[in-house]
């Protein structure tokens, strides 16, 4: 049986504090738990996500787990690359993990990092639960 856990991170309006626009990037991580290892280890499939709705294209985005949570991953870094203004990259790669440390209300850390179209480059640390 396959049990889904999603979760899902919005950042909305990150403004840097001298200009107008705003930088918009909707990152979704979501986890498809397909094998009991063991009563408390899981194993399947973790998606992430990246869509760039900052008006300008983005490039060498990386999304990495800054926290040292029982996640074992084939990748510590996911590269989705360049992401065009309302593109977005996704990858696929297999995890396993305890169970707790994938349960909604046990908050992650991810660190989103990229370069604007500008030259600027940001950096953005979040929790996702």
Known sequence: MKKFLQIYILFLSL???????????????????????SAELVGGTMTAQVMNL???????????????????VSKEVLQFGRLEN?????INQPFHAAQASIDVGNPTTWRLDFD??????KQLIVKVD
């Open 15 to 37: 403004t840097a504090a001298a200009c107008a626009s705003a930088d918009d990037v909707f990152v979704t991580v979501t986890f498809d738990v397909h094998e009991d290892i």
């Open 54 to 72: 900052t008006g300008g294209a983005i490039r060498n985005v990386n999304l990495r787990r800054e926290d040292a949570r029982e996640l074992a």
């Open 86 to 90: 309302g593109d977005s990259g996704v």
């Open 116 to 121: 604007k179209s500008d030259g600027s480059h």
